[in-house]
């Protein structure tokens, strides 16, 4: 795609405008800051380019050079903050369309948006002793509201983090989120934000690496994994048993935060950092990359409750085995009582969006075992919690294609078994 050999109209390769390691050097030099010409629009600023090999490519490969750009991007909503898309210029492109979208838009009916105004804000930034800062409501926020919008500002490509390695000189991944920074006229909101109790310091070697991976989610927009950082999700402190989650609009670009169920005055808002359903020492591995030590309810309770949802949780990570293996043998007897315990176990470790996985297999299940009636029962409950979860689009139940039923849902899942979770945030990856 972005070989190097293409010409590089309208970009500027890193290294013409850097002369030294700029990990060192102190943000928000005023004469990084440019003024937006409207000749690279799209984008603000001229592209600032890095180029990218392969080092376990071979034979011809080798030589294949891809370039990732910094495509900074003004957002026209007043309060909507900057973005900066550091992706191959082609990728970017397809990217800026969707920018602008308004967050509210994706996630609430027209009925919601007409109810909504700044009044409607139910949430502030707060201290939080042992975590830094987090999010606080400020009013009764009910179950399944969506209370909290945000816009991506930095996306990075995960090519830079997996195999490919910047090969421009004095250009790293941290010299390319810092020129990202540098360029938006509302860079503060990115540098308030925190890499945790006993992170790096400014100025330190990876510093801005660390944000992100402290702060970004984990998402794709399309075919693209990236890292995305959501400057004001990014306050929301994690929780193994969160009262809210993450959802991502079709571009990927925008996210709303809704409640799994009612959050009062005062509460803290959490969301899962992790994926849904792990043990406790799971749990603890994976938070490893974020630097705290959970204290979380969950974390926290006495060793024989923890032991008890922890059996419950091995138990349903074993059953997913055994349904498939179940299923091949057609021993749907068997699949269906395994499945029924499992969905008893999601219940108590308050699992609800795993639970609609679990009601679709019962669907399924009792179909193939010649009991539609009961099928339909189990496809209505999964139909239900996706709804309220918002995973049925913004109005539920109806829309272009009609009212959902257990063949538009089986269609949704696939034909084959799919024991795919939903969790929301397979983000915090
Ligand atoms: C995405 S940020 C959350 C906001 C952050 N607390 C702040 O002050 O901006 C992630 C960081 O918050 C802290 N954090 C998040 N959840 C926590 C928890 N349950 N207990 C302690 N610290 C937590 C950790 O330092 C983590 O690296």
């Given at each position: 795609d972005d070989a190097a050999s293409d010409p590089s109209i309208g970009s500027d390769t890193i290294d013409n405008i850097?002369?030294?390691?700029?990990?060192q050097q102190p943000l928000?030099?005023?004469?990084?800051k440019f003024t937006p010409d409207p000749k690279h629009a799209p984008w603000t600023h001229k592209p600032l380019c890095a180029k990218a090999l392969d080092p376990t490519a071979e034979g011809e490969f080798k030589k294949v050079r891809k370039r990732f750009c910094v495509h900074s991007f003004a957002r026209k909503a007043k309060d909507a903050h900057s973005a900066a898309i550091i992706m191959p210029p082609s990728l970017a492109e397809t990217t800026s369309e969707f920018l602008d979208e308004d967050p509210k838009i994706q996630f609430l009916n027209d009925k919601q948006i007409e109810k909504w105004n700044e009044k409607s804000r139910s949430y502030e930034v707060v201290d939080i002793e042992g975590k830094g800062k987090g999010v606080k409501a400020t009013r009764k926020i009910r179950q399944f509201e969506t209370f909290m919008f945000d816009q991506a500002a930095i996306v990075v490509d995960l090519e830079l983090e997996g195999k490919l390695k910047i090969v421009?000189?004095?250009?790293t991944q941290e010299t390319l989120i810092v020129r990202a920074v540098e360029r938006m006229n509302d860079s503060s909101l990115i540098e308030s934000l925190s890499t945790g109790g006993g992170g790096k310091k400014k100025g330190e070697e990876r510093y801005w690496m660390q944000l992100m991976e402290r702060n970004a989610f984990g998402t794709n927009l399309g075919e693209v994994d990236v890292k995305a950082l959501f400057p004001n999700a990014a306050r929301i402190n994690h929780a193994c048993n969160p009262n809210a989650f993450v959802m991502f609009s079709p571009s990927g670009l925008s996210i709303g935060i809704k409640a799994y169920r009612d959050i009062e005055v005062g509460e803290e808002i959490t969301i899962s950092y992790l994926m849904l359903g792990m043990t406790s020492h799971q749990r603890h591995a994976n938070l490893e990359r974020w630097g705290f030590k959970c204290t979380c309810d969950l974390c926290s309770s006495p060793p024989d409750i923890l032991a008890a949802s922890d059996a419950r949780r091995k138990r349903i990570s074993a059953a997913e085995a055994k349904l498939v293996s179940h299923w091949q043998a057609k021993k749907f007897g068997a699949a269906i009582r395994l499945a029924e315990e499992v969905v008893e176990l999601m219940k108590v470790e308050e699992l609800t969006p795993m639970l609609t996985d679990e009601y679709v297999m019962l669907a399924k299940l009792h179909l193939m075992a010649g009991d539609r009636h009961t099928a339909e029962e189990h496809a209505d409950t999964a139909i239900e919690i996706l709804k309220n979860l918002g995973f049925l689009g913004k109005d539920g139940y109806e829309d272009d294609e009609g009212p959902w039923d257990m063949e538009r849902l089986m269609k949704l899942y696939g034909d084959e078994m799919s024991i795919k979770r939903n969790a929301p945030d397979e983000a915090a990856s």
């Amino acid at each position: 795609d972005d070989a190097a050999s293409d010409p590089s109209i309208g970009s500027d390769t890193i290294d013409n405008i850097l002369g030294q390691n700029i990990n060192q050097q102190p943000l928000k030099n005023p004469e990084t800051k440019f003024t937006p010409d409207p000749k690279h629009a799209p984008w603000t600023h001229k592209p600032l380019c890095a180029k990218a090999l392969d080092p376990t490519a071979e034979g011809e490969f080798k030589k294949v050079r891809k370039r990732f750009c910094v495509h900074s991007f003004a957002r026209k909503a007043k309060d909507a903050h900057s973005a900066a898309i550091i992706m191959p210029p082609s990728l970017a492109e397809t990217t800026s369309e969707f920018l602008d979208e308004d967050p509210k838009i994706q996630f609430l009916n027209d009925k919601q948006i007409e109810k909504w105004n700044e009044k409607s804000r139910s949430y502030e930034v707060v201290d939080i002793e042992g975590k830094g800062k987090g999010v606080k409501a400020t009013r009764k926020i009910r179950q399944f509201e969506t209370f909290m919008f945000d816009q991506a500002a930095i996306v990075v490509d995960l090519e830079l983090e997996g195999k490919l390695k910047i090969v421009s000189k004095n250009t790293t991944q941290e010299t390319l989120i810092v020129r990202a920074v540098e360029r938006m006229n509302d860079s503060s909101l990115i540098e308030s934000l925190s890499t945790g109790g006993g992170g790096k310091k400014k100025g330190e070697e990876r510093y801005w690496m660390q944000l992100m991976e402290r702060n970004a989610f984990g998402t794709n927009l399309g075919e693209v994994d990236v890292k995305a950082l959501f400057p004001n999700a990014a306050r929301i402190n994690h929780a193994c048993n969160p009262n809210a989650f993450v959802m991502f609009s079709p571009s990927g670009l925008s996210i709303g935060i809704k409640a799994y169920r009612d959050i009062e005055v005062g509460e803290e808002i959490t969301i899962s950092y992790l994926m849904l359903g792990m043990t406790s020492h799971q749990r603890h591995a994976n938070l490893e990359r974020w630097g705290f030590k959970c204290t979380c309810d969950l974390c926290s309770s006495p060793p024989d409750i923890l032991a008890a949802s922890d059996a419950r949780r091995k138990r349903i990570s074993a059953a997913e085995a055994k349904l498939v293996s179940h299923w091949q043998a057609k021993k749907f007897g068997a699949a269906i009582r395994l499945a029924e315990e499992v969905v008893e176990l999601m219940k108590v470790e308050e699992l609800t969006p795993m639970l609609t996985d679990e009601y679709v297999m019962l669907a399924k299940l009792h179909l193939m075992a010649g009991d539609r009636h009961t099928a339909e029962e189990h496809a209505d409950t999964a139909i239900e919690i996706l709804k309220n979860l918002g995973f049925l689009g913004k109005d539920g139940y109806e829309d272009d294609e009609g009212p959902w039923d257990m063949e538009r849902l089986m269609k949704l899942y696939g034909d084959e078994m799919s024991i795919k979770r939903n969790a929301p945030d397979e983000a915090a990856s």
